[in-house]
Every structure is written in C-alpha cells, then in structure tokens.
C-alpha cells in the first residue's frame, strides 16, 4: 500500500499563508480568519493540546464550504471541520484550515414527521435541535453532556454517546444518512447500501470507492470477528464492521448496512459531512428518576449489572468527591443535598441515578418500586430517593452533566487529564476495574474521580496529572504508564478503550493497539480510498503521532507567563496541588511570574460550556454575535496566549487584544457559571489597567470614570447637564466628539441628589450604634444618588417604618474631600484605573469600618456598586478592613430578607393595584445568588405574584450600551430576551429591575418605567 503524500502545512510559510487567505477572502462570503489571534482561539479544544491551525474560516453557508475546500486542495492545506470544539481527545486541533459550522450552517433543512426524521446543517447544537423538535412531539435522543454546545456534526464526528445510550444507543444509532464533501471535492450521499439504497452513488468515484470498502470488510471479516471491543461502547477506529456488525446493539434494526455509519466516528478523516439526515425518537410521555445511595464505591459498581436488568433509560454514577464538589457549589448545592440519605452518620459515598421513561407515569412509578424492592434485596432498604416530578428530575441531571466541569476547578497546575476517561467495560466486571484502576493511580501518586455511564460499563475517571513537569515521574510520563496498565485491564476483561470520547490526538496511537496491525492497515486503506491526499484532518485515528508528543502540549516544554506586576490580587489562583489530596498551598506560593493572573487565565480548559443559550447569563455577548473571539473561552484563551509570549511582543497592549475584550461587558456571569470560576470581568479590569498604560485614555472613558468625582458639582446644574439630549443636533455631536450613541438618551441628572437631603449624615447620626441591631448605614450609589435620588429615599422610609434607625453613608471627618460624596469605584474599574478604584475604595473603608467593626450592615441599591465592596475590594490589597466590610455589605433586598428569615422584620404592608410583578435580576445579582431576595421581599406584599424573566444581561452594562459603536449589540442583548418579555406584560404589571441601566434598557427598548425594589415596597407600605 503506498503511504500518502502528507499534507504540505504551512507553518513556515506565511506568505502561502497569506496568499491562500487572499484567495479565500476574494470567494467566500463568510469570515476568514488568518491573524495570530483569531488561529490561537482555534488552536485548542478540550483536550490538552495545542496547534496551531493554517486559519480559520467561519463559512456563510453552504458554498463557502466547498469554496474553501477546493481552495485548500489547491493548496495542498489540510482540512479541519469543527463544531463547538468541545472534544476531549485533540479531534479538533491541527495544522489545517478549520471550517467553524457552528456559526452559520446551524439550520434545519427538512423535516418528516411521518417518517420521524430531520435533516440538518452540521453546525446546529444539539439543545437548539431538541428545542424546535419539542412542539413536534419529537427528539434527538443522543443526549450528550454538552448539550447546550455540541453540534450535530461534531457529535457525528466523534460518534457521541448520551446518557441514555442504552436506551437509544449512540450517534451512529441514529444517524440515517450523511451528505458529504470529499477533500477532491466530490459530493455524495451515504445512507443505506445494496438493496436497501435510497438513492444512487452520484458519481463512478464513489461507487468505485463503496465496493473497495465492501473488499476490505470482506476480506478482513475473519480479524474484524476475532479483535473487535463486542461491547456498546467502542468509538475508536474506523465503523469497518459496519458489513458485519460486532456491537451487542447492531447498527440497523434490520441488519441492513448503511454506509453512513461508516463516517460517523471518523472525525473528521474522511469527508466533510454538509448534511445529517438523523432518525428521530418520540419524547417520552413521563420519567422518574430513583437516586440510589449507596454505602461504598464499590456496592455502586457492583449493583449496576442488577439494575440494569429493570430496563432503565439511564443508570448514572456520581461518587463522593463529585457530591462533595457539588455540594460546595452555591447553584448546585441544594439539589444534591435533597437527593442524598445520610444514615446512622454515614456519607453516601456514591449515588446512581436511574431513569425509567416511558408513556405512563403510574407504570414508571410501579418500576421505581422495583428498584426500591431491588435495593432492598440487595441489602440496602430505605437508600432510594424517588423523584417523580420533572423539575427536581432535570435539576439533578443538570448537576450529573456538569459532573466533569465542576472538577475541573481545582487551582494549581495538577488536572484531571482526559486520556482514559472512557475506557467502556462490559459490567460485571465494573467493580473489579474501577477498584484496580483507582490503585494504579495511587501508585502514582494520584487520584481519580469517577462519575458517569454505569449503564454501559463507561465511567469518566481522570487521574490528575500536572502535564507542565517533564522528565521521569512528570505528569507526561505518568500519562503514559497509567495509559499502559489501564490498557491492559481493558484487554483483560475484553472493553473498549475508546468507549466515549473518540480517538483524536490522546489516543489514535492506541487504535493499533486496540485492533492489531491487520485492522490499523485496513483503516489507513479506508482514509486513503477516501481522502488520497491525507487532507482530512491529518494524523487523527491513522498515521497518528504519539499521545504524549510535548511537543502538541498547550503547556509544552517552555511555556512561561512572562512576569507581570499586576493591579489585583491574583495570589488565589496562584498555588501548587497535590494530585493526592487535592490540596493547595498558601496563596502567592504557586511560582506564577504574573503573580496568579497567568493561572487564572489558564483555569480555562476549553470545555466550552460559555457557549450557552439557555438559562443564566454567561455570556451575553456571544449570545448575540456567535462569535469565538466574543465567548468567555475565546477571551482566557487569548489572554493566555499574550501571557506566555505566543502572540509576539507587546500582546496586552495590542489593539487586537482590546478588540477581545471589547464585547466582554463585566457582568461577572462567568464567575458564577464558568465550571472552573474564569472570572473574565476581573480579568478585563486587570487588562485594562495594563492597556492604559500604553494608550491615552479616551475622553468618554474619563467622563464615564470620573463622574463620582465631578457629580457633585454637575448636580447644582442639571439643565446644564440634561443638555445633550434637549439640543437639537447634540446628540449627533456626541456621537461624533464622544462616541455616545446618538440613538441613546442619557440617564438624567437630578438638581437634588439624595446625600443633599440630610448632609449631617453619618457622622450626625446620634454618634454610635446602640447595640440593639436596629442601626443601618444606607449606602448611597452615584447612580442612583444623582439621577433616581428617590430610590434611596424610597429604601429610607422602608427601613425606617422597618424599625431601622438609618444612618446615610458619608466620608469620615478626616477626609481629604469630607463633603464629596463616598463611591465604590466601580466605573473606575470598568475602564481599569485602579488606582483611583482603590483611593475610592480606601475612603469608603476608612467612612465604613467603624460602623462594621460595630456590626452594623451597609446596605445599597445599586448592586454593581454595592457588591464591588464584596468582590473587588477584596483584590485591591486593602486587607482585613476589605474583608470587614465585605462581610457586612448587602443589597437592600438581601438585608431585608435575612431580618424576615430571623424574625427580625416588621414591616406592615398592604396589597397594591398590581396583581403581578416581573422581575428582571441584574447580572452582578445573579453572580452573587442575589436575585432570590427580591422575590422573598416582594412575596411579602400581599397578593403580589412574582415572576423572574429567564434572561441573561440586559445589555447596557454600565457604559456599554451607550457606546456608539455597540449601540447594536447592546440592543440585541436585550432583544435575547429581556425586551419581549417586558413587552408581554400587561399594562398593569409591574416591572422590577435593581438595575440603573437595567432600567435605562428596557426604557429606551419597550417604554416601560421599570422600578427599584425599594419604591415598589415603598408603595406598599401600610402607613403610606
Ligand atoms: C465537559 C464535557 C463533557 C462531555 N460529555 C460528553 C458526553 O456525555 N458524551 C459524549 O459523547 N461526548 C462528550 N464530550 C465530548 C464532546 O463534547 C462531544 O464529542 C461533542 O459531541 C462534540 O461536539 P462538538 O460540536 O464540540 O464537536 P467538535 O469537537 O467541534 O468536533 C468533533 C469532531 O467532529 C469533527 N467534525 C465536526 N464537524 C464536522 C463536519 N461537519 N464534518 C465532518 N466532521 C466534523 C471534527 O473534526 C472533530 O473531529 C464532552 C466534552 C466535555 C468537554
Ligand atoms: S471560560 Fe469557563 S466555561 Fe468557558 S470554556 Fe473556559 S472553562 Fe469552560
Ligand atoms: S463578564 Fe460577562 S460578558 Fe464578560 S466574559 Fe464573563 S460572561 Fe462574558
């Protein structure tokens, strides 16, 4: 057999480079992306790999594809397709022209009811599919974890595997038909073969090509019988016993052969596959989920092969270390707590989940009493926990799909590596290989955590690894003997060893291991028939370099932040592990030149979970623009990038890393929702801070930063200030001198700021508190200070008819400035000078201490303000007075609803005109869990429903939406859903947002006055 001519790269040449870039530029509609940064957020996936692509090309539709496949042909440059780029293995690294679907080529393209299929652009996500499907009675029942990110085609691609497989079985289950594009060019439909063809092969090529195929499966048929994994769960290699199935669940019900199911698990190595023809199944009518708890690891492996018996949809496990990552988790926490049994004292050391779906519920309820006799039978009575409601069913799937996630938010530089995370075994074998399995890893020096398919034999377990560390007894050398002696377990007890996630670069040297040298001939045979120029996707399942090459490592051997002298305090992140433990040394020991910021960076590992449409907030901007360098992982990648040299000289000053960060609106949703804490609104004020100091600081910036400090004198004149938008034509001018939309009012200044009610405040309230818990400081935000003073009056005269002798937050006596008004700092952090972030921040310390020290609560209403006092202040190295203060700064809401929680509340209120109130949280609301305080406090007027809208920013984000040049995307955010939902209420709801520019959006978007909480209570008040 003649090898292939490799597929020249590019790498060294960079005016081929260009020139293919120009080419394709002139041709496609679509983006085409060549620059270092746009390649370096291509460059990774979920893997721990690192290459960097030829460059990008984001296509239009349909024809830029096959576009840029002649044009790369014409190259000799290889091809990458890609999804979400949310495998695990390396599929989606590579010296090549990435072709991004997920994009553009998202669409429906036919639907058949009667037949149960659909036909789909490989660029749509599978939750979006679901989604249009749901009306229809209808699903893609190959429910991956990522869900919310995978895209049809990639999980063609990597033959994905859901929770569910043993009722469903996996990608190639399900998959009818495929209409490829061969690197030559040729356009075909794969789909049933033989007799059973539905169409004819379009052209002599591919015909030539289906009986070559049949050749080798035929005389190959002997070996395929003797070596191939028999069990459900094998994705390595090649499909090559698609004409003569091994699996225990055939391909085809019937038997028949479908050539398209010898693409499905080809990642990418064979043809680019333009179109999915998918078999769809029907919603199950009701589920129930019974949550066995279990007393050890062990008794939860050994009790699968019984419970798969009763005929589950699923059977998933969750060990001890999961529940306790869960558990730690504010947003999962009482989820998983209500699904354990503690008893006699004892943990539950692990827990199963097992669904039984079905069409009547009362019948699925009489199975889950079968798994409780069951359980019972097999020594463990009373350790079910039955939930037969959806809500609380798909909260806790929620937390078993973001198993892998939440462990991998571990600081330091040891990981959970992916390389033998899915090995599949057949069950009754489970208990003895996990068993074995969890004592190689503590031979080297490491653990693992296990979670996942119980069902079919594939547990998730990633030992971690610290893949920076070279040399014997490194991370790499231990990758590779762990690798060894789990393989052989795999043989021993006849598994798969790529049971999930697919081959890639971490474990395509292991398809000969897995197949032998016979079968590894015979698939290098089918890449050539289909590709003879090796442009697939090179190197993945045949021909493959080594796992452990360092050289393809995203921390490879000289990978070095460069020292940074940073404006906060990263020391958090910057720490070592032990892989044993877990454990983490003190802050600041961690050895990291950027001082933590370059291992907070790197705590993105790619998984992709930022690429989200669904409930929460991260991350709005790419909600909107869909674009890589938009998501929260394009940025840390990026920052990554610039931190260790990779993107040349001067990276942190580049306007291309501006432009990264430009669309990133600091609303601190990924701090909360990103599994690992990449927290990308700190990270844009520290990147600012060293922007700054390159480039002047434009003059609608300092307007913006400054305007605590000149508020106080704007205020005296406020037609003055309310100018702009009387003016005819001033508006326009600020667009051209400022760069403030023109298609924006601005918020409106108030002649009679709050802090100028009572100007004794503070320091005249009757000296210090009383002691009695009565004593409250209000804390008066710029915001609503200036333009809605009567917000803070509103919560006075709350607080007051409360019982609370309020004090008004002001400077200390000894102030340099004791008549200006006290500030957070938060616009000075928004455009990184934190420096003046931090004076302001001292000045309120030094205003705020003694009344905290004294335990008093500091409670404001604005919570981009009030809650800076719990984030940011911590990392302005301001000490034990930040973490003070820190702890005794709540929102209005959250102080109310903690004095009701205690008992402490009276608060005589009466019903409103209003039946019913729609809340909107503010992002920095939901960072914090504090959105639920609203509906707490609102719930005590009487007769008032609640409901919160389900919607992520608003997008405003302070300056943000004023900003001429994102004017557009600002409103888009808010169209995502915010503005239709405000639009839908009726005339005599009341709308709630906590937000000034919350509010300023939906003004501007549905001209609806949406109020503070404090004024809605206000009206409430008994006494009013
Ligand atoms: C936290 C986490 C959890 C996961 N859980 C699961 C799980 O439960 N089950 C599971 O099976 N996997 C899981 N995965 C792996 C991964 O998410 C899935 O394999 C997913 O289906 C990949 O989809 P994608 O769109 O990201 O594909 P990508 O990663 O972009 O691509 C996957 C492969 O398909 C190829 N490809 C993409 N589009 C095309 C096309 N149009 N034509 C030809 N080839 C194409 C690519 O070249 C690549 O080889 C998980 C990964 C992570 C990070
Ligand atoms: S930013 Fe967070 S959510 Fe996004 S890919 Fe990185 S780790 Fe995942
Ligand atoms: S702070 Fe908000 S906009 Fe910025 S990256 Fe995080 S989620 Fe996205």
């Known amino acids: 057999m003649n090898a292939p001519a490799p597929a020249r790269a590019l790498r060294a040449a960079p005016l081929e480079r260009s020139r293919l870039a120009q080419r394709l530029r002139r041709v496609l509609r679509g983006d085409v992306l060549f620059d270092a940064y746009s390649r370096g957020r291509y460059a990774t996936d979920a893997s721990i790999y ?221 043809a680019y596959f333009r179109r999915l023809l998918l078999k769809l199944s029907p919603l199950p009518a009701a589920r129930v989920l019974g949550v066995v708890n279990f007393p050890s690891f062990h008794a939860a492996m050994d009790s699968a092969q019984h419970i798969v018996k009763l005929g589950p949809s699923a059977v998933e496990l969750v060990d001890r270390t999961m529940i306790e990552l869960s558990r730690a988790n504010p947003v999962f926490r009482p989820t998983i707590e209500s699904a354990l049994i503690e008893r006699d004292g004892r943990a539950t050391e692990a827990i199963l989940l097992v669904e039984f779906s079905g069409e009547r519920h009362a019948e699925l309820l009489a199975r889950l009493g079968r798994l409780v006799e069951l359980m019972g039978d097999l020594g463990l009575p009373g350790s079910v926990v039955e939930l037969a409601d959806d809500g609380r069913q798909r909260a806790l799937w929620e937390v078993r799909k973001a198993g892998l996630n939440i462990m991998m938010s571990l600081k330091g530089d040891g990981k959970p590596v992916s390389f033998i995370e899915d090995c599949a075994v057949p069950l009754e074998h489970l208990a003895e290989y996990t068993a074995r399995l969890t004592g190689v890893f503590a031979r080297h020096g490491t653990k693992g955590t296990w979670y996942a398919h119980a069902s079919v034999g594939t547990l998730h377990v990633r030992p971690i690894l610290d893949m920076r560390q070279g040399g014997p007894g490194g991370g790499t050398a231990k990758m590779r003997a762990i690798a060894e002696e789990a393989s052989a377990m795999v043989r021993e007890f006849k598994g798969a060893y790529s049971g999930e996630h697919g081959d890639g670069l971490v474990r395509s040297e292991w398809v000969a291991w897995q197949f032998g040298p016979r079968l590894t001939r015979a698939f290098e045979e089918i890449k050539d028939l289909f590709d003879p120029l090796g442009l697939m996707n090179p190197g993945k399942i045949v021909r493959p370099s080594r796992m452990d090459d360092s050289s393809l490592f995203r921390f490879r051997p000289g990978y070095a932040p460069a020292p940074l002298d940073t404006a906060l305090d990263w020391s958090a992140w910057d720490v070592h592990n032990d892989p044993a433990t877990e454990r983490t040394t003190a802050p600041g020991t961690g050895g990291d030149p950027a001082r933590g910021f370059a291992k907070a960076v790197e705590m993105c590992n790619n998984n992709g979970h930022c690429r989200k449409f669904d409930a929460g907030t991260m991350c709005p901007s790419y909600r909107v623009t869909r674009d890589e360098r938009d998501l929260t992982r394009g940025r840390a990648n990026t920052l990554r990038l610039a931190l260790s040299g990779q993107l040349g000289e001067n990276a942190l000053g580049s306007q291309a890393m501006y432009d990264t960060m430009a669309l990133c609106v600091g609303c601190k949703g990924c701090k909360r929702e990103c599994p690992t804490g990449v927290d990308m609104a700190r990270m844009k004020t520290e990147f600012l801070f060293h922007y700054r100091k390159q480039h002047a600081t434009r003059l609608r910036e300092r307007l913006v930063a400054f305007m605590p400090r000149y508020a106080p004198w704007l ?52 000296g210090a508190p009383q002691g009695d818990g009565r004593d409250v400081v209000l804390w008066a935000d710029t915001f609503d200070n200036y333009f809605e003073p009567d917000n803070l009056r509103a919560a006075r005269r709350v607080l007051e008819a409360a019982g609370y002798r309020v004090h008004v937050a002001r400077a200390g006596a000894d102030d340099a400035q004791p008549a200006r008004p006290l500030c957070c700092g938060r616009t000075f952090l928004a455009t990184g000078m934190v420096d003046e972030a931090r004076a302001e921040a001292r000045r309120t310390l030094a205003a705020l201490v003694p009344w905290v020290q004294r335990g008093v609560a500091v409670v404001g209403l604005e919570p981009s303000c009030l809650l800076t006092m719990r984030d940011e202040f911590l990392v302005l190295g301001l000490g034990d007075a930040a973490e003070a203060l820190a702890s005794r700064a709540m929102l209005f809401e959250e102080f109310l609803a903690r004095e009701h929680a205690a008992g402490r509340l009276k608060l005589a209120l009466r019903a409103l005109p209003q039946a019913r109130a729609l809340l909107h949280g503010h992002c920095h609301q939901k960072a914090f869990d504090a959105v639920a305080p609203i509906r707490t406090v609102l719930g005590l007027i009487p007769s008032l429903k609640v409901e919160t809208i389900e919607s992520s920013c608003c997008g405003m984000a302070g300056a943000f939406g004023y900003e001429a040049e994102h004017h557009d995307v600002s409103v888009r955010m808010g169209e995502a859903a915010l503005l239709p939902a405000v639009r839908a209420a009726g005339p005599d709801d009341l709308v709630v947002a906590d937000g000034t520019s919350c509010r300023h959006q939906i003004a501007d978007g549905a001209q609806r006055q949406a109020e503070h909480v404090a004024r809605v209570l206000e009206r409430a008040l008994a006494q009013g």
């Open 715 to 766: 205020s005296r004149v406020p037609w003055l200030a309310n100018l702009r938008d009387r003016l005819p034509g001033a508006s326009w001018l600020s667009e051209r001198l400022l760069g403030l939309s023109a298609r924006r009012r601005l918020p409106r200044w108030r002649g009679d700021p709050f802090t100028r009610d009572d100007p004794r405040g503070l320091r005249g309230a009757a």
């Open 50 to 270: 690192q290459v960097d692509p030829v460059g990008v090309v984001v296509p239009a539709d349909e024809a830029d594809v096959v576009a840029a496949i002649d044009l790369a042909r014409e190259s000799r440059v290889p091809i990458l397709p890609r999804g979400g780029g949310t495998s695990q293995c390396g599929q989606t690294v590579g010296e090549a022209l990435v072709i991004d679907n997920s994009r553009h080529l998202n669409k429906v393209v036919a639907f058949d009811p009667e037949a149960m299929t659909v036909e789909v652009q490989p660029g749509i996500v599978l939750d979006h599919l679901n989604a249009w499907l749901r009306p229809r009675g209808l699903w893609y029942p190959v429910d991956v974890s990522t869900s919310a990110q995978a895209t049809l085609g990639g999980m063609a691609g990597n033959n994905s595997c859901g929770s569910r497989s043993i009722a469903y079985g996996n990608m190639v289950h399900n998959v009818l038909g495929i209409e490829a594009v061969l690197s030559d060019g040729t356009t075909e439909y794969f789909g049933p073969f033989g007799a059973d063809a539905t169409r004819p092969m379009a052209s002599a090529r591919t015909g030539d090509l289906v009986s070559r195929l049949f050749g080798i499966a035929a005389r190959e048929r002997d070996e395929i019988a003797r070596v191939w994994p028999k069990v459900l769960r094998r994705v390595g290699g090649y499909n090559l016993d698609v004409f003569h199935p091994q699996s225990e669940r055939p391909y085809t019900a019937d038997g028949s052969v479908n050539l398209a199911h010898l693409l499905v698990g080809s990642e990418g190595t064979l």
